[in-house]
């Protein structure tokens, strides 16, 4: 997986393989992205192809620290396989998802 951040404006773009073998720098950036000011955060995913069930538990955390640090957690474009796993796993609902 590939990030680039954007620690102004408050964004993350992810591209490649969320999977768990992300953890540490995905724990990294988000820690270093919650530190920064603002009142939101995206994550833009339209160049992910692929997460499993452990990059979705590293979404679920980055929701955790939004909640306490009362900001906003956008995910922006799921496509392909992301999105069919945002279906099945109900994660739209659990997060605000812009297309």
């Known amino acids: 997986m590939q990030i680039q951040i ?3 404006g408050g964004q993350i773009a992810m591209s490649g393989e969320f999977t768990f073998t992300d953890h540490i720098p ?3 950036m988000v820690t270093e992205i919650f530190a920064a000011p603002g009142k939101a ?3 833009d995913l339209s160049k992910l192809d692929f997460i499993d069930s452990a990059g979705l538990g590293m979404l679920l955390l980055a929701r ?3 909640k306490k640090t009362h900001r906003e957690l956008i995910l922006r474009g ?3 396989q992301v999105k069919r796993m945002f279906t099945v796993t109900k994660f739209n609902t659990l997060f605000k998802v812009e297309e």
């Open 6 to 8: 954007d620690r102004t």
């Open 26 to 28: 995905f724990k990294q």
């Open 41 to 43: 955060v995206v994550i």
């Open 64 to 66: 955790d620290e939004a």
């Open 78 to 80: 799921p496509i392909g």
